[in-house]
């Protein structure tokens, strides 16, 4: 019997500080309980869990919530992983990261309480568009570099964009979302994790990586039919980490100077 089993028979309603979990600053007693939540449509399905729409009773605030299913966090060892996510993204605070207000949990699951994207997945709008005009895709590509700087000041590395993580709010203002494969680490990181399609060499090849693999991952971007294809232009696609071009560079790039809305706010309207 493990530590976690032990526990969940001396308590059959165990609260997430039975995991070691941090206190949540951002959720007050009386709304940490599911109850406290009408709980709407089903925004998306993971491995370990779905998201849905959620409206809190007393203040009728939307959200998400994000529900994981404490068996298969114990069944896979996610707990280091979990917390890690939890913990790096509840201190983020940008216009262009999905805010992370509190979490809580009961006997069976955990839920984080999550922004509302009012207008889905970048990837949805991807499939529905089939492509995006010149001004949406270097706005879009501006409030991910701004979002990935902020991060990487902080020294956290992403480690997984992707069309999927890539939100939108009501405004159409693009949000980073889902950070569970995120690190805050000065050093060099030998996990390979991410989505495979999306990995920077060092990373493939099983060497240390460092936050220029974000960088990667925005030229693999733009590199996709479905954006435009200047990956090549702003030297992001570049084996050596070191010559890759920094995100500071990028948002002063002739082509996002020329076509992103300082705003950040892009309407779904001007897609044609």
């Known amino acids: 019997m493990n530590e976690n089993q032990k526990k969940e028979e001396e308590n059959p309603n165990p609260d997430l500080n039975d995991w070691g979990f941090k206190a949540t600053p951002a959720v007050l007693p009386e709304f940490a309980l599911v109850g406290n939540f009408d709980i709407g449509k089903p925004l998306g399905k993971g ?3 779905r998201v ?3 409206r809190e009773k007393k203040h009728q605030y939307v959200c998400a919530l994000k529900v994981i299913y404490r068996c298969q966090v114990e069944k896979y060892d996610l707990l280091p992983q979990l917390k890690r996510e939890m913990e790096i ?6 216009p262009n990261i999905l805010s992370l207000y509190g979490w809580f949990g009961d006997d069976t699951r955990i839920f984080l309480i999550l922004e509302y994207a009012h207008k889905g997945e970048l990837y949805g709008l991807l499939r529905e568009t089939g492509h995006f005009t010149e001004k949406q895709a270097a706005t879009y590509i501006a409030s991910l570099a701004k979002a990935l700087a902020y991060c990487h000041e902080k020294h956290i590395i992403h480690r997984d964009i992707k069309p999927e993580n890539l939100l939108l709010d009501h405004e159409g203002r693009l949000k980073l979302a889902d950070f569970g494969w995120s690190v ?3 050093d060099r990181r030998h996990t390979m994790c991410g989505t495979l399609d999306y990995l920077a060499p060092e990373m493939a090849a099983n060497k240390g990586h ?3 693999v974000d ?3 925005v030229g693999v971007l733009l590199e996709a039919k479905d954006f435009i294809c200047l990956s090549e232009h702003m030297q992001l696609l570049v084996k050596d980490p070191s010559k890759r071009l920094p995100l ?3 948002l002063v790039h002739p082509w996002i100077i020329k076509n992103a809305d300082p705003s950040g706010v892009c309407q779904i309207e001007d897609v044609k």
């Open 47 to 49: 491995k370990f869990g």
């Open 248 to 250: 500071s560079k990028i």
């Open 184 to 186: 805050q680490s000065k």
């Open 215 to 217: 960088t990667w991952t």
């Open 210 to 212: 460092d936050c220029s």
């Open 89 to 94: 993204q509840s201190t983020l605070e940008h």
């Open 52 to 54: 849905y729409m959620a």
